[in-house]
């Protein structure tokens, strides 16, 4: 009976700590809900909002966990990608559903080529794959900002007076979406009291994660599992190791470029050298926030990880200002849990890697101690 | 010919790009009206400014906990020595003095703690430190903001609370290294102090590495199993480094506020860490080997660039695209340093 009770309570114990962080989002969450004094209709109205907004961000993250490349923090490539898309559409003056089609198509090769050229530099940096992605962002980020900065205008003819800068070339610090803002969300949108649901944005999300579900079970999929799981003995299998990495990276940049489109007709402005430096982050702490890690992810993680953090990051907020009479204080609070978020769970994951290390080496000895009795 | 092939591959493609773009710059500078003298001034003062910080990446660097991307927390240690220094109303030399000595305790048990938690995750230190270093400065925001300074140089005069975003040092300790011993010879100002200052660091750094202890690190760094084997305390070892990594951040960051004469608070030093990286990166190091040579010959290359792009492209092409050369420059030799094959095997 008592050993029942301790094994239980070890069960416990290993359930805190193999999800402090979610656990640790719900206290904070169930703390600063009452404090901020917001009612439960906007709340959940909000947190719809944001679901249909970040999901698709976030769910392309999953694919490259898969293949063992950790959290893939060059998603921003293929937002960049995105917003190159949007502008072009913007000058061309095409609007609505087919503006937006139109963007995710001009950013589909953009996407492809940024991708294989970050999966071939990740290739070469294996086993430090995020710090490696994470500056290949901002390395991009540069080329990006020459690119929309200088050529647009210059070598890239733009039309419209409205997106270009006074000088003459250069795009403005922000554009104006409001040809495509909520097309896609109002797109078969149910209204339920004051909630609005945005249909047509959840089925395209839900036809994702179908998606990666169906991935996961084709031969690239399994490949990719096999690759994640231990290079040597994948390639020893007649698995192209390097070409299936690439191909996971890819398909993320892809997806993440659609994932910013709905983003943005969701926003409805862009920020031009702004808006995709933030995504990353967010989308990244979202998901582990959800209760991934750095190499096990699941569409059941991304949902729970928008819910929690949007959650913190609506009431956050107002919860510091009526605590302690300073907004200003709730938004930093944000910040650093943000990326508090994503430092826990890197320890975390770490920490745990080696306790499995260390299991399996006593495992190991404790068999061989058997054998020799 | 094969010569030039191996120095080439010794020495590394993207340095020589960059020594020669920067060579580039300094002949272009006189055709198109920039003053050569200006320049140069502007380059040996931003090295002064920018060297300690890069001096920090180091004793990490040595003992095998690669680059130091958590920067900004030896950065946060500086600054609340330099903001207690404000506060007790020292002035001059005395101020900045002060302020290193307030800002050294905080830099040890930072980095004591920083230290133990890079040794519990060998092996992805990079990724960590990184966040590290951005959850620290999220965390002084809101520090920032409740801490109960007094001093009303420095806290916002409306509320009277909460200290703000950028504090000035004039009155404080501005330009106390600046202007010691001050050499001029013409137009050309020589920052003395701030260079001597830097100097003395580099060289206790220099000889700390060839002491048992800095033998024991490079050890620790090039083979951290034979290290063990021959009787090194690995994980002290590599705490003292990052001790000593945060703490030459602090005192970095105070050299580079009495020259830049603001001292930058919240979100300021987020991005601290890059330039330092790529600094001491593009001055020949590597992610687990670095010298006191690389930092002096990294941030002279690096702070050279910074300062020559943006008037030589200025004046030739009437564009400003420094920002995206500072970036595509300093990013890029951090991605080649990383992918690097001989130096990821470690």
Request: proline share 3%.
């Amino acid at each position: 009976m008592k050993q029942q009770q301790k094994s239980s309570f070890k069960k416990f114990l290993r359930f805190l700590s193999d999800n402090t962080v979610t656990v640790l989002f719900v206290i904070i969450c169930a703390v600063s809900i009452p404090l901020s004094g917001y009612s439960l209709t906007y709340l959940v109205s909000e947190i719809i909002v944001r679901m249909a907004r970040d999901s698709f961000l976030i769910v392309s993250l999953l694919i490259p966990i898969m293949a063992g490349m950790g959290l893939n923090f060059g998603m921003t490539l293929g937002a960049m990608a995105a917003e190159i898309g949007l502008i072009c559409i913007c000058d061309w003056g095409v609007v609505g559903i087919p503006g937006i089609v139109l963007a995710a198509i001009i950013s589909t090769p953009i996407s492809i080529l940024l991708g294989w050229w970050c999966g071939k530099i990740l290739n070469l940096a294996k086993g430090r794959e995020m710090v490696t992605s994470y500056i290949i962002g901002f390395f991009m980020n540069g080329i990006y900002q020459l690119v929309v900065l200088y050529c647009f205008g210059g070598i890239i003819p733009v039309r419209s007076s409205k997106l270009v800068l006074p000088r003459g070339y250069g795009i403005r610090n922000t554009v104006n979406l409001s040809g495509i803002r909520l097309k896609l969300d109002n797109l078969l949108a149910i209204r339920i009291g004051t909630i609005s649901i945005p249909i047509g944005t959840f089925l395209i999300i839900a036809a994702l994660c179908l998606f990666v579900l169906w991935f996961k079970k084709t031969k690239l999929g399994q490949d990719m599992r096999a690759v994640g799981q231990d290079m040597e003995v994948s390639r020893a299998a007649g698995i192209k190791v390097e070409h299936t990495r690439i191909i996971s990276i890819i398909i993320s940049t892809v997806l993440a470029g659609y994932g910013m489109i709905i983003y943005l007709q969701s926003m409805g402005t862009l920020n031009t050298y702004n808006s995709h430096t933030q995504v990353g982050m967010f989308s990244i702490a979202a998901l582990l926030v959800g209760g991934a890690s750095v190499s096990k992810a699941n569409i059941r993680n991304v949902f729970l990880g928008v819910i929690l953090f949007h959650l913190m990051f609506i009431v956050s907020p107002m919860a510091g200002k009526n605590l302690i009479g300073e907004a200003q204080l709730g938004e930093y609070f944000r910040v650093f849990v943000s990326y508090g978020v994503i430092t826990l769970s890197l320890v975390l994951y770490e920490l745990r890697k080696k306790r499995e290390l260390g299991d399996e080496g006593a495992a190991l000895a404790a068999g061989q101690k058997e054998e020799g009795k | 010919m094969n010569k030039i092939k191996e120095f080439v591959n010794q020495f590394g493609l993207p340095r020589i790009i960059i020594g020669l773009f920067l060579l580039l710059l300094f002949i272009i500078a006189p055709f198109v009206g920039v003053k050569v003298s200006t320049s140069i001034n502007d380059t040996l003062v931003r090295f002064g400014m920018n060297s300690v910080l890069v001096l920090a990446m180091v004793p990490m660097i040595h003992s095998g906990c690669g680059l130091n991307f958590g920067l900004p927390f030896g950065i946060i240690a500086g600054l609340l020595g330099a903001t207690l220094a404000l506060e007790c109303e020292f002035h001059g030399v005395v101020c900045f003095l002060m302020a290193i000595l307030f800002a050294t305790p905080f830099a040890v048990i930072f980095g004591w703690g920083y230290g133990k938690l890079l040794n519990k995750v060998k092996g992805g230190e990079m990724m960590i430190a990184t966040y590290v270093g951005f959850s620290s400065v999220a965390f002084m925001c809101m520090m920032w903001l409740i801490l109960p300074y007094k001093n009303p140089t420095m806290v916002w005069g409306y509320s009277g609370r909460g200290l703000r975003t950028t504090i000035t040092t004039e009155g404080y300790f501005l330009h106390v290294l600046d202007d010691f011993l001050k050499i001029k010879i013409g137009r050309l100002v020589i920052p003395t102090g701030m260079i001597l200052f830097f100097a003395v660091l580099a060289f206790c750094m220099w000889a700390f590495l060839h002491t048992k202890t800095g033998t024991a690190m490079t050890a620790v760094g090039s083979n951290p199993i034979f290290a063990r084997a021959s009787g090194i305390n690995v994980d002290r070892i590599r705490t003292l480094s990052v001790i000593m990594s945060t703490w030459l951040g602090a005192v970095g960051i105070l050299v580079y506020e009495q020259s830049f004469g603001f001292i930058q608070l919240y979100m300021g030093p987020f991005y601290m860490a890059l330039p330092a990286v790529s600094a001491i990166l593009i001055g020949g190091a590597s992610v687990n080997k670095a010298t006191v040579a690389n930092v002096i010959i990294g941030t002279f290359l690096f702070q050279g660039i910074l300062t020559m792009t943006p008037s030589v492209m200025n004046a030739a092409v009437h564009t400003d695209i420094s920002e995206v050369v500072r970036i595509v420059v300093s990013n890029g030799m951090i991605l080649y340093a990383l992918t690097r094959k001989t130096e990821a095997s470690r």
